[in-house]
T-cell receptor
Framework: EPEVTQTPSHQVTQMGQEVILRCVPISNHLYFYWYRQILGQKVEFLVS????????KSEIFDDQFSVERPDGSNFTLKIRSTKLEDSAMYFC?????????????????FGEGSRLTVL | AQKITQTQPGMFVQEKEAVTLDCTYDTSDPSYGLFWYKQPSSGEMIFLIYQGSYDQQNATEGRYSLNFQKARKSANLVISASQLGDSAMYFC????????????FGQGTTLQVKP
């Protein structure tokens, strides 16, 4: 069964360092998302990405964050200068898109997550 | 205001019994979707079931069913014949509109299945 894959599964970094989290979406999916889950808390939407641009972002997604799909396969989340409060599980998610830009109304496929620990 | 509310932080159920996990939502959009995800201790998010706001019948997927009461704005998850492997955190989530994968999640309910 096709799946969303994420790397690394766990990364430990020093405060102020740059971090890049990578996601390989399901091949025919067109809509990509990043979500964050601080330990013990609910999952929060960060950003949605379609047609090589951000379509929506949350208040959490400030100037320290960026996303791109540099090579047509990987979908990356970059945190420019990490802070202690960036420690969380980061989930990539994708969904299939229909012709005309209307997204499928069913399942959102999540990757297994990348756990980021900022020291 | 909370858009998705899960009022049960923790639940216990005896193996082989049924359990209902509560979820209420708030939206003014007539078109929305409701999801349930399971998160075991390993951390991944596993899709369980989906209900669209215009769906006439309650969604079912194997042992999972969604008790959708639109007027009450509730979307409770029913797990029948609980198994030890069902022990996990369960999240209810909502998508507003038909063209986005942006989900709003509830706080989650931890379910423990007792042998």
């Amino acid at each position: 069964e096709p799946e969303v894959t994420q790397t690394p599964s766990h990364q430990v970094t020093q405060m102020g360092q740059e971090v890049i989290l990578r996601c390989v979406p399901i091949s025919n999916h067109l809509y990509f998302y990043w979500y964050r889950q601080i330990l013990g808390q609910k999952v929060e939407f960060l950003v949605s990405f379609y047609n090589n641009e951000i379509s929506e972002k949350s208040e959490i997604f400030d100037d320290q964050f960026s996303v791109e799909r540099p090579d047509g396969s990987n979908f990356t989340l970059k945190i420019r200068s990490t802070k202690l409060e960036d420690s969380a599980m980061y989930f990539c998610a994708t969904t299939i898109g229909l012709a005309g830009g209307k997204s499928y109304t069913g399942e959102l496929f999540f990757g297994e997550g990348s756990r980021l620990t900022v020291l | 205001a909370q858009k998705i509310t899960q009022t049960q932080p923790g639940m216990f159920v005896q193996e082989k019994e049924a359990v209902t996990l509560d979820c209420t939502y708030d939206t003014s959009d007539p078109s929305y979707g409701l999801f349930w995800y399971k998160q075991p201790s390993s951390g991944e998010m596993i899709f369980l079931i989906y209900q669209g706001s215009y769906d006439q019948q309650n969604a079912t997927e194997g042992r999972y069913s969604l008790n959708f009461q639109k007027a009450r704005k509730s979307a409770n998850l029913v797990i029948s014949a609980s198994q030890l492997g069902d022990s996990a955190m369960y999240f209810c989530a909502m998508r507003e509109g038909r063209s986005t994968g942006k989900l709003i999640f509830g706080q989650g309910t931890t379910l423990q299945v007792k042998p």
